[in-house]
């Protein structure tokens, strides 16, 4: 075991014990699905909630999707027409508001992601094709009551893209330059706009995932793959180079998640495997880092025959950091002829085989996993609509549950339940909105005129969350949650206690470190 995974250990007995009561007494009943735009490109949709805590919203969250220029017209015109992005703000109970919209100038979008970013804002990119053979990337970013601007211009073109939140409110956008180098750009959750690039010199070679994280010093981990390998690389706010690292193998495409902590290290989860054929396979892998983030090998977490490649598909493997600090790992796998999901605290990944989140007599794959605010994830997935039915783009069922870390790492979920029933539901994704734990899950609903639908899941029963100054640690102290978490029984408090007394008197740096799953953040009050 590294010593990334031998340091949450120690946290998991007195992270999990309110969280996982307050998530496994949630209200049950997802509302009735909604329509929103008509006429929609066939990608997204997406919803994000601005935020600076998992615990505290800064702004409205939002549904954001490209709609079809030649549909909305009712045209069949081969002119010229830009695609439109439309973002839809969600309101107190997380219902639809008003929507805006606003051309996007490039051809057929290829991929859309949206998070909530710095000041309140929502910040969303595009992939683009452009009028040559290449694609660009825009970026925006506004609050969602208000226009979405145009950021800085990105000069990745080609390839994949990635958008990342951090737990304050900063992000990063990374875009790659083939056989150059990955561009990318830093927003903190302080300031208005994305930095200057940071460049990390690549390799020739396709790009075929690619995906970045935070830690809220805005040090960020940047893995993808290339040449049949996936790669790590550090870009420190600091400035201080950091070499490339070869992290693990890994066929082109795979589904790729990673996490940077605040004591320095990281882990990355991808699963890959060959072309659909009769005999192909596809294996789910993570590797943790040592201090520094400094990769040493991998752990196998499953490998099945995956004649379809349903086991890495869009949202097929996640990875999140819980407002508990744990990490989960949730991911596809296929046994005795079904696919099933199945969720674990991520440093037990290949050790144990994980909690089953899906029913086991049907077909059914993750589209996404977002954390709660109340130290539970919710883990949305599509499903065939029969025991041992088929799972057929036309008819697929979405079913969501909330899912906890309960002590000893074990996995703890309420009863599933149906957000959709089964038809053409296509691109699921899903976010909770901090000031109330309701889930909110979008979708499109294919067919001769595509339409978004959302639908709004209950949060923890009775939450509430924290005031703004509950969050707010003594200037210079230390949190009761860092001591709580760090204190595994009277005599490790001792330890604790008498090192940040020698550290205080050495003068302890303004931001300290918080590992994941061992230390909560200071809320950017305390620094500001």
Known sequence: MSAFAAAILGGFASLAGGPARGASSAQSGWSTATALGSCVAAVGPRVAFPSESPSLATGRGAIVWVEDPVCRRGSTS???????????????????????SRPLRGGQPGQLAAIGASRGRVAVAAS???????????????????????????????????????????????????????????????RSA?????????????????????????????????????????????????????????????????????????????????PPTPTARTSVRIAFSDAGVRFTGSRLVAAFEDRRGVGRSPGSLELVRLSSENVMLAWTAAEHGSYVVRALPAVFAGTRPGARLSDPSRQSVLAALAPGAAGEAVALWRSAPSPGGALEPSRSELWATRTFIESHGRVGQRAPEMVAAAGANASPSVAVDPASDHAVAAWLHMGARPRVEYAIGPGATGYRPPSPGALTPPRGGTSAGEIAIAAAGAGALAALLTALAVRRRAGARRDGDAGIGRRRRRSPRARR
């Not at 839809?88 to 109970?93: I, K, Q, R, S, V």
């Not at 049949?228 to 998640?257: F, K, N």
Request: aromatic share 6%.
């Open 128 to 190: 683009l094709g452009a009028t040559g053979a290449s694609s660009l990337v825009a970026l925006l970013q506004g609050r969602a009551t208000g226009s979405l601007e145009p950021g800085p211009p990105l000069s990745g073109i080609g390839g994949p893209f990635s958008l990342a939140h951090a737990y304050l409110g900063d992000a990063a956008v990374a875009t790659v330059e083939p056989g150059v180098a990955i561009e990318v750009r830093v927003e903190r959750y302080f």
């Open 194 to 274: 994305f930095e200057r690039q940071l460049r990390i010199p690549i390799a020739a070679g396709r790009v075929s995932a690619l995906t970045a994280t935070l830690d809220y010093r805005s040090d960020v981990l940047v893995a993808w793959q290339q040449n049949g390998t996936i790669y790590a690389h550090m870009l420190r706010a600091s400035g201080r180079g950091e070499p490339t690292q070869r992290v693990g193998a890994s066929a082109p495409d795979p589904q790729l998640q990673a996490l940077v902590s605040d004591n320095d290290h990281g882990m990355i989860a991808w699963s890959s495997g060959g």
């Open 78 to 100: 081969t002119a010229r027409v830009p695609f439109v992005l439309s973002i839809a703000a969600l309101g107190t109970a997380d219902r639809a508001l008003s929507t805006r």
